[in-house]
């Protein structure tokens, strides 16, 4: 039901939102989730503090500045979107589509402040405990603050998902964590009224704990778009789509991909018949970057890797590696395969191979220098030049 209410609501408040790749429409989704959390957050914070006030409940008023925190993450949201969408200029060529990751990360900044100083007067309150009193209306009412701000969550995190935006869900994230705290809080407010009154600070200790694994929660997702994130399988395997399906492209590796929010740079290795010649090779790269931008809205570069075949050794060579990577089971692919001389006195062989990603420095060294062994054992004086493939690069 959310889901279709928030359909609606899009439709009717963003202007061209079906077009979820523009900075602009993005914008407008942030800005939609972030005024509604704030109108939202501001009344609900009002009616905590004062029945929180009334009863003399940490917990309560702890719970009501954890919602008075969720406005001021929501105008974080806004300011971040706004930023995000300003075009590119000389100082940021590739724009400021990061700028959301950034909101994020202060949004976790401003969580973990806020649930350092709800945990220290909750461990005051535990161990000094006051008397709490409060009616059976105000524990309906805060109650009833519960479900207000579950459906506030269940909107941010569908908007979060119809731009894929990790800001959007953070905010959503914090308000589920407000709604386990608040229910909590009812749990300790009426366990107080039955004398039971260290549950009260108790409770603002874990709601305070809450609030600091979200902060933590909110950090970790953010700082990975700002250090170079890996991309999805998904991704990998489009762009691997895409480039093959243009004919003559007989195989893809080394892709690497960097993301700038709203801008993604794609680069790749295209393998292609060597018989072809240079301007055909060129031609068969722009088309190659034309279905990557087309399919996936990328701003693509694609290296040509001619293949010879031809070499008397060649399928020889190919199937002596073959059988090494299949005893490895440390080594995934191998790729840009060439034997460059016609004698093995003479003649070197080039290839490039993929490793797992954990595999450390010196573990290369040894897949190397295994692979480098085996090669001679069949092909005597043979030289070796392999490549790992680096961790930044993909090869499906």
Not at 218 to 235: F, K, N, S
Request: charged share 20%; proline share 3%; aromatic share 6%.
């Amino acid at each position: 039901m959310i889901e279709r209410l928030t359909q609606t609501i899009v439709s009717r408040f963003i202007r061209d939102h079906e077009h979820t790749d523009d900075l602009k429409v993005r914008a407008r989704y942030g800005q939609l989730e972030g005024w509604a959390s704030i109108v939202t957050n501001t009344v609900l914070f009002a009616v905590k503090l004062v029945i929180g006030i009334q009863a003399r409940s940490v917990a309560l008023i702890a719970d009501a500045a954890h919602t008075f925190a969720d406005s001021a993450t929501s105008v974080v949201i806004i300011i971040g979107f706004r930023v995000a969408s300003t075009p590119s200029d000389r100082e940021h060529p590739f724009g400021h589509g990061r700028m959301e990751a950034v909101a994020s990360l202060v949004v976790s900044v401003l969580l973990f402040v806020g649930g350092v100083e709800l945990l220290k007067h909750s461990v005051i309150q535990t161990m000094k405990p006051t008397v709490t009193s409060v009616s059976n209306a105000a524990v309906a009412i805060v109650s009833v603050t519960i479900v207000i701000k579950e459906l506030l969550a269940r909107f941010a995190f569908t908007l979060g998902r119809m731009i894929d935006s990790r800001a959007l869900e953070a905010d959503a994230l914090h308000h589920r964590s407000d709604v386990l705290a608040t229910a909590l809080v009812v749990a300790a407010l009426l366990a107080s009224r039955a004398g039971l009154t260290w549950v009260d600070g108790a409770g603002g200790i874990v709601v305070s704990l809450m609030i600091l694994w979200c902060a933590y929660a909110v950090a970790r997702d953010a700082i990975g778009p700002l250090l170079g994130e890996a991309p999805t399988p998904e991704l990998l395997r489009d762009i691997r789509s895409a480039a093959l399906g243009i004919d003559g492209v007989q195989g893809v590796h080394d892709i690497i991909v960097h993301n700038y929010g709203g801008t993604r740079l794609v680069s790749l290795h295209a393998e292609v018949s060597a018989e072809r010649s240079a301007a055909e090779l060129h031609e068969l790269a722009e088309l190659v970057e034309g279905e990557l931008e087309g399919k996936l809205g990328a701003h693509p570069v694609v290296h040509i890797d001619p293949i010879c075949t031809a070499h008397p050794d060649y399928q020889r060579m190919w199937d002596v590696l073959q059988k090494i990577m299949d005893d490895d089971g440390r080594v995934h692919a191998f790729h840009d395969l060439r034997i460059i001389g016609r004698s093995d006195g003479q003649a070197k062989v080039v290839f490039d191979i993929v490793l797992d990603n954990d595999t450390d420095r010196q573990e290369t060294h040894d897949v190397i220098h295994a692979f480098d062994e085996q090669v001679r054992q069949h092909f005597p004086g043979m030289k070796t030049i392999i490549r790992a493939e680096p961790r930044y690069t993909y090869t499906v």
